[in-house]
């Protein structure tokens, strides 16, 4: 819940762009710049009417794999019915099953994480799956790209790699925040040192994530 990428791309659209952000708990994000804003909008409740076939470009990230997999085609049905003719659409996830952090033997933490996840949400490999859906519902071309991101120092670019850093730490604490130590078979100690073990590999090894990027576009009929 940082509000980065709406705050990142307004940088890099036309100063004519016009943003809606939404989120089930706006109350979570840090206050943006106006006129940015997160508004209140629970994904599974009907949209409001003027967002019907009214955006150029839709995005969402870090919250389809939270669904159960019977929700995640309403969900993303509501999302693609924004969406104005010829408009795209992007959908960045994670996979929360694959490890990619190095050397995995000596990354507890990060093992941790991906335990931690996997428990909470519902289908700890729905990233892998959006492609398909997104051609399931008629978009054109669809297509994707897996980025394995690294957090903390051993990003090339250390100002990305501390980027990453504090976004896996508050990925982290949400996990946290929504589950505890007897769910993930941890004692209340490991639990707690969990966050400073999980920064501490970040500034040691190769922590990394893979995230999915995906992408359609709605045919012009
Ligand atoms: C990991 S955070 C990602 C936040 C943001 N998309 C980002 O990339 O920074 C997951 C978010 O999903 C939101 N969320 C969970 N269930 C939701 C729902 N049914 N409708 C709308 N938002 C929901 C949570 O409130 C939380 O802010």
Known sequence: MTGYWI????????ESTQFVG?????????????PLEIVKQNLVDEFPTEWENNFDFVHQRFVIPLFAESEVQPVLRKLIKCMKPGAWIQLVEMDFKTPVSEPLEACQAAQKFHELTSSVVSDPLASTKLAARL??????????????????SSHPN??????????????????????????VGMTE??????????EDEMSKYKIAVRVYFVWGRKPVV
């Open 7 to 14: 705050q990142d791309v307004k940088s890099i659209f036309p």
């Open 22 to 34: 939404f989120d089930n708990i706006p109350e979570g994000y840090p206050p943006l710049d106006p």
């Open 135 to 152: 051609n399931e519902e008629g978009l054109a071309d669809v297509g994707y790209k897996t980025v394995d991101m690294i957090a903390g």
């Open 158 to 183: 250390p100002a990305l790699g501390e980027r990453g850093r504090r976004n896996m730490s508050s990925v982290m604490a949400y996990f946290q925040s929504v589950s505890s130590a007897e769910k």
């Open 189 to 198: 100690q490991e639990w707690a040192s969990l966050p400073k073990k999980f």
